[in-house]
């Protein structure tokens, strides 16, 4: 009569006795609803007689859920895309994540949040659906101000307490061809007409002429630009550089080309339509000799600053070597006249007369009588002694003038004697006979 019961599974469940044949079925582990939401159970009871006999029965079990899963996005971040110039509430992808629990527990919904905890609101030009997860864009975007925005959307569950987790989503506008190309040079902004390039007659083919200057605000593709041109007074005459945008001449200019052209440029971006604009130039051919040739390169300028500088070396040289000639010829003409004045007559110089006055001055007395007359000229008060040679020779040399005393001095009648310049220089003045004439 005795009855006991056994599982045929043992893995989470257990028969535990409590009351002569009554049995308790409990837990031996814990259990996860995500992983297995129901178990079956088979109780299988015997008793002890031989052979014995024995019946089961099977019980199910369900595992309730609870709120311990937060939702899951199925990507990491998202990266969505959106044209310029959109229009208002576009939807532009979406976001999914996945509760594992069930009920409310596991029901999502979906909101934008702030991307960063300092801020209060979020970007008000994106919107989420909260049920869905579409993400819109509320409002026309534009590339040139907006390239890219970022939002942190947010899924939570409804269960008690709610459990969430958020998602980065990264949208990028792509630009559209909405700017047309803006022209530089030439053209004033103002309104004011363009300065005209001068193109000289002697021009060669190939030399610049000018430049059309462009930009545009957009970006890749549609920001490329191509230039043509689309009306000249003289086609044939100018050609413009497809990529560079260069007006170049063709050929030389003539006589026949009129003398003021007019040119327009176009120039257009590589957008889907293309957009385009138009540059005006005003060239004027400057009328003159054919040979005359035009400084078109840097390298031509240097060569005329070469010939100044030729030419300046060569006066500066030029001024040195007449500097010298002259130089030379002032010091050969005082070489010459200080060899005529050496070489002339010197009757009375300075160095006999300083001879003869020291000799004097260490005898006492002169050496020989020598008579002079004291002449005044007429206005003046300078005095001019003229000396003459000895009057006697054969005499003892007495002085001239009286001075000593009358004993020892022999007197001789005076001797007037009035002497020009001529008789000063006539050597031999007067003869001895003549003297004692008188």
């Known amino acids: 009569g005795e009855i006991s019961c056994a599982l045929e599974e043992q893995l989470s469940f257990a028969l535990r006795p ?6 308790e079925l409990v837990t031996v582990s814990a259990l996860d609803r995500e992983e297995r939401a129901q178990h079956t159970v088979v109780v299988t009871a015997a008793d002890a007689g031989s052979p014995p006999l024995s019946s089961s029965h099977t019980f199910s079990v369900d595992i309730s859920d609870v709120n311990d ?8 971040s998202y990266t969505m ?12 992808g979406a976001v999914k994540a996945t509760d594992a629990d069930a009920g409310p527990n596991g029901k999502v919904s979906y909101s934008v949040v702030p991307a960063r905890a300092a801020e209060e609101e979020p970007c008000s030009c994106v919107s989420v659906q909260s049920e869905s997860g579409g993400v819109f864009v509320l409002r026309p975007l534009d590339y040139e101000q907006l390239r890219q925005l970022e939002v942190v959307v947010s899924a939570a569950d409804a269960g008690s307490p709610a459990l969430s987790s958020s998602v980065s989503v ?5 630009d559209e061809n909405d700017n047309a190309p803006l022209v530089l040079h030439p053209g004033a902004q103002d309104g004011s007409p363009p ?9 060669a083919a190939g030399d610049l002429v000018s430049k059309v200057v462009a930009v545009d605000a957009d970006s890749g593709q549609n920001s490329w630009l191509s230039y043509q041109l689309l009306r000249a007074t003289e086609p044939g005459l100018f050609a413009v550089g497809a990529q560079s945008g260069e007006v170049r001449l063709r050929r030389p200019p003539s006589e026949r080309d009129a003398a003021k052209q007019k040119l327009v440029v176009l ?3 590589n957008g889907r339509p293309p ?14 000799s054919g040979d005359a040739p035009l400084p078109r390169q840097s390298p031509a300028a240097g060569d005329d600053d070469g010939s100044l500088t030729t030419s300046l070396i060569i006066a500066l040289v030029f001024v040195s070597l007449l500097f010298l000639l002259s130089a030379a010829a002032f010091v050969a003409c005082k070489v010459c006249k200080r060899k005529e004045l050496s070489g002339g007559p010197v009757l009375y110089g300075p160095s006999s007369v300083q001879s003869y006055v020291a000799d004097g001055a260490a005898a006492g007395t002169l050496p020989h009588a020598y008579c002079y007359e004291v002449s005044l000229t007429t206005g003046s008060g300078n005095s001019e002694f003229k000396f003459l040679k000895p009057v006697l020779p054969s005499l003892p040399a007495q002085h001239c003038s009286a001075g000593e005393g009358e004993d020892h001095a022999e007197e001789f009648p005076p001797v007037p004697m009035i002497m020009g310049d001529a008789d000063f220089e006539t050597p031999g003045m007067r003869s001895v006979g003549q003297l004692n004439g008188f």
């Open 69 to 76: 899963n937060a939702p899951v996005f199925n990507q990491t």
């Open 81 to 92: 895309y959106v044209h310029e110039n959109n229009a208002a509430a576009l939807l532009v």
């Open 18 to 23: 409590a009351f002569k044949n009554y049995y």
């Open 170 to 174: 990264r949208l990028l506008v792509v």
């Open 275 to 288: 957009l385009s604009a138009t540059a005006a130039l005003s060239v004027l051919l400057v009328p003159g």
């Open 195 to 203: 300065s005209s390039e001068l193109v000289p007659a002697g021009a």
């Open 267 to 269: 120039v257009r971006d």
